[in-house]
């Protein structure tokens, strides 16, 4: 059997030579959360609960389109897919009917991103359940089978939907998120993670909702495994494990008290109601809910508001609904048309009383308390286990990437059986203010993470003024994060599966002016945060091939793409004297390109305004393969600087040399004297590889050979003052700067 493409060593990734690889990605891609047939995105309502006649065919984007995609994220530097699928996409059309054409598609995508030398690893991507309860994931009879109505869920607000609310333009910011703390989220994955404990009445099929749900879900996934595993050259060639599952919540397991809201539900925005209001108005009564928004300082009530259903229940009703739609038997011990939880003695339907207030604080049984932690080591910690045994049995040497719940602490397996050594430590990481306000503030932010460990006495002392603040403030969140993957689960590769930020940040005001100076700050101080993390590397969220100034991703109002047909890409070089790959050393940098051979910039919008989409943020340089173990690498944008240093155990082979990215835009190679490299020691050339593979896909990468011990390069390149086309790099440098800047005023940053 041939070596292993990538290979877990320690806290590291290897190459077959042993180089270190750092995962420098992308995730793709933000449409895949809704169908392509009929085109679903968030705001469109008409046919929105024909959700068996579905497909997700073309998702991430049709097979005539891949290789533009996918060779314009290999130019810009790219080398690792976080690729997005859905329960819903595998089994929409009822339990255990897959949709095998989706799968052919997949399979015949991810052969075409093996031929760009891409690491991909498989998401089941799922946000507060299901697009019928505000988000994605699951297929719309998971509902039905824990009784639920999705066509009620509007009037008695158990999910805010944007394809059912009134004005899909004005649906509120950020308000999908505060689905999980309703009544159908809630609900589901406290089925979904603890329905044996919680929902013994709820049998299906001759199984708990618990196992009826996780068995569904873990056998659809393990379907395509099995697919990609029959396709025979996917399999390390390309696809090199499998995330459990993105953002796992444990629902009202662990509920302190379902009369308050509790105090570690950090998003209160809208109505907000507690988790019995919310079973109230589920089963339509007039409930009196706080409102709350969310401001400078975080959340603040802002008011009440009358959630009034006028009896309308958000329960399937027993008179016109049927269980042989789908083909499963439901217990007599569970009553359609009825709260389940009511079912269980948590409320009495006939008085309105709450009865177990802390019937979600406990486990029924053993009396133990149920918190977040006992959560993450318990239900979420099985779950984990029955998935990758399942995904094991198909490929036994799949990497698995564990995500637990974002920002809490991962769970307890370090020098335990689940202590996997091909396993991954995968986080999330974004900055809630500049997500939630939409607003790059370079004055203060908080240290968030700080202040859920309990490191300060008051919030107030978890506040950071200044942008160096701010940047290192992230940058010792995100090392805060990974140190306790490792005190918890042992050592492990961390990889920050999502990290971003959104676009449309100060009302739009980039897609006006075409300046997108406050994207490129935002962008720049998380790659800055990850870098300086030590993190084995990073897939950023999130490339969207349909994504438009107005509707963003097509999804509850986000706009985190990099990319967007309205806005100007950075050129592609033109590779000129140098195609073939013939190499740049020191001795022939006086010699290469000419303004001649440069391509101009392309542009696909109309307006005079577009701009580059912050772009030279997120192309930065990076290590793609070192000789030895890196101790620590970065880039410095307003310097445009890059260092790496890294620890060497002899002398580099000649043919698996150290490789770094280092994107031609930041880095040319005319004018004289705009690049310099300084190293160590040893010697190294600059070339363009991977133009064999398709048009505009070749990468500006730094060979260097070294010798062992201590080593350290610095590529130093072209600084840019904001507005300008000119540098601090010399006279008779805006020629050639206006081949790749045609609206520079446009891209500038700092």
Known sequence: ??????????????????????????????????????????????????????????????????????????????????????????????????????????????????????????????????????????????????GFDPKRFDVTQAALVQNTWPDPATYPKMVWATNYQRLVCGTMFTLFFGGRDFAPKCIIDGVNIQDYLQNHFIAACKHLAQRIREAGDLENDVVIGYESVNEPNKGMIGHPDLAKLPEDQKLKKWTTPTAFQAMLSGSGRAVEVETYDFGSFGPYKSGTEVIDPKGVSCWLDPETWDDSKYGWKRAGSWKLGQDLWAQHGVWDPSTDRLLLPQYFSKHPKTGETMDQEYWTNNNFLEYFRKYKNAIRDVWPEAILLMQPAPFEIPPSIKGTKDDDHNMVFASHFYDGITLIMKKWNKVWNVDVLGILRGRYSSPAFAIKLGETAIRNCFKDQLSSIRQEGIDYMGEHPCLYTEIGIPYDMDDQKAYRTGDYSSQAAAIDANHFAVEGSKAAGLTWWVYTATNSHFWGDNWNGEDLSIYSAEDKELPAPSHGGNTGG???????????????????????????????????????????????????????????????????TGPTPQDHPTVIFIPEFHFPRQPEHTTTIEVSGGKWEIRIEGQDVGEGAGQQVLRWWHGEGEQKLVVKGLKRKRGAVTSEAGEGEESYMEAYWQMGKNCAVM
Request: aromatic content about 14%; glycine content about 8%.
């Open 1 to 146: 059997m041939a070596p292993l493409r990538l290979r877990i060593d320690g806290a590291t990734f290897r190459d077959p030579h042993n180089r270190e690889i750092y995962l420098h990605g992308l995730n793709i891609s933000g449409d895949t959360k809704f169908p392509r047939y009929p085109d679903g995105p968030s705001h469109v309502r008409e046919g929105f609960f024909d959700a068996d006649n579905v497909s997700f065919v073309d998702r991430p984007f049709s097979l005539s389109d891949s290789h533009a995609h996918f060779s314009r994220l290999k130019r810009w530097g790219y080398n690792t897919i976080r690729y997005i699928f859905t329960w819903e996409a595998l089994e929409h059309e009822g339990p255990g009917k897959y949709d095998e054409k989706f799968i052919e598609h997949t399979v015949a995508v991810l052969r075409i991103a093996k031929e760009y030398g891409f690491y991909v690893f498989m998401d089941p991507h799922q946000d507060v359940w299901s697009r019928f309860t505000g988000g994605s994931g699951a297929p719309i009879w998971t509902l039905y089978a824990c």
């Open 582 to 648: 013939a190499a740049v050393t020191p001795a022939s940098m006086k010699r290469t390109f000419s303004v001649d051979q440069m391509s101009a910039s392309r542009t696909v919008s109309n307006s005079d305004t577009a701009g580059y989409r912050a772009a030279e943020a997120y192309i930065r340089p990076h290590p793609e393969l070192v000789h030895g173990t890196i101790t620590s690498h970065g880039f410095d944008l307003k310097n445009c600087t890059f260092h790496l240093n890294i620890t060497a």
